[in-house]
Antibody, heavy 123, light 110 residues
Framework: EVQLVESGGGLVQPGGSLRLSCAAS????????MDWVRQAPGKGLEWVGR??????????EYAASVKGRFTTSRDGSKNSLYLQMNSLKTEDTAVYYC??????????????WGQGTMVTVSS | QSALTQPRSVSGSPGQSVTISCTGT?????????VSWYQQHPGKAPKVMIY???KRPSGVPDRFSGSKSGNTASLTISGLQAEDEADYYC??????????FGGGTKLTVL
C-alpha cells in the first residue's frame, strides 16, 4: 500500500527547533518529488518546501516565509523525508503534511498525502 | 506569491450542481495548465479530485469536473451528495515558486 506517515510534531517555544519525519512506503521514493504543506488552525493550505527527485539531484525549494529557517532532506536508505525547522515563530503553528508529487500523467499534482503532524509554537 | 482567490463558501441542495472558482494571475493559473483541486473533510488529509485542470484520478466520480478560462479555474460538482460536504482547495503550479494554493471554499450540502 502506498503510504506516507509523518511524525515528530509537538510543542516548542518560539526560537526553538523541531525535526519532522515522513516515512514513505509502497513506491519508489527516489522517483518522486516530495513536498511539505502546512495548515494553520482553521486556515487554508500553504506550500512550505520541496525536495526534487534523484534524477534532479534532490534539489530543494522553499516558500519565502520559511526560507533560511527550514531545511528539507531525505534518507534514501530509510525511504524518509525530513523537515528541520529552526528559529520557529508562533505563526509556524500548523498541521504539517508530507505530500507526494505524482509521476507521468499526474506529475504536477499531489497524489498522496500523509495524515499530518501538529506543530505548536508557544511559550 | 499571493494565494489564489476562492469564495469562502458555497452551498447547494442534494442533486444540484455547484461551481467553485479559483482566480490567480498569468504567473500561475493563467500561465500553466497545471491546476489541481483537493477535497478535505474535517480532520482529514486533502485528497486530489482534479489535476491538470480537468483530469480525474481513478476512483473520483465523474460528477467532479474542472475547467479554466484565462486566470480563473473552476471546479463543478454535479448531482450533489451529502458526502461532498467538505473544504475544497485549488492549487496551481507557478514555475519557479513552484506551488500556490487557494484560500479554500467550504461546501455545504443543504
Amino acid at each position: 500500500e502506498v503510504q506516507l506517515v509523518e511524525s515528530g510534531g509537538g510543542l516548542v517555544q518560539p526560537g526553538g527547533s523541531l525535526r519532522l519525519s515522513c516515512a514513505a512506503s509502497g513506491f519508489t521514493f527516489s522517483d518522486h518529488y516530495m513536498d511539505w504543506v502546512r495548515q494553520a488552525p482553521g486556515k487554508g493550505l500553504e506550500w512550505v518546501g520541496r525536495s526534487r527527485n534523484k534524477a534532479n539531484s534532490y534539489m530543494t525549494e522553499y516558500a519565502a516565509s520559511v526560507k533560511g529557517r527550514f531545511t528539507t532532506s531525505r534518507d534514501g536508505s530509510k525511504n524518509s523525508l525530513y523537515l528541520q525547522m529552526n528559529s520557529l515563530k508562533t505563526e509556524d503553528t500548523a498541521v504539517y503534511y508530507c505530500a507526494r508529487e505524482g509521476v507521468g500523467a499526474m506529475r504536477l499534482a499531489f497524489d498522496i498525502w500523509g495524515q499530518g503532524t501538529m506543530v505548536t509554537v508557544s511559550s | 506569491q499571493s494565494a489564489l482567490t476562492q469564495p469562502r463558501s458555497v452551498s447547494g441542495s442534494p442533486g444540484q450542481s455547484v461551481t467553485i472558482s479559483c482566480t490567480g494571475t498569468s504567473s500561475d493559473v493563467g500561465g500553466y495548465n497545471y491546476v489541481s483541486w483537493y477535497q478535505q473533510h474535517p480532520g482529514k488529509a486533502p485528497k486530489v479530485m482534479i489535476y491538470d485542470v480537468n483530469k480525474r484520478p481513478s476512483g473520483v466520480p465523474d460528477r467532479f469536473s474542472g475547467s479554466k478560462s484565462g486566470n480563473t479555474a473552476s471546479l463543478t460538482i454535479s448531482g450533489l451528495q451529502a458526502e461532498d460536504e467538505a473544504d475544497y482547495y485549488c492549487c496551481s503550479y507557478a514555475g519557479s515558486y513552484p506551488w500556490v494554493f487557494g484560500g479554500g471554499t467550504k461546501l455545504t450540502v443543504l
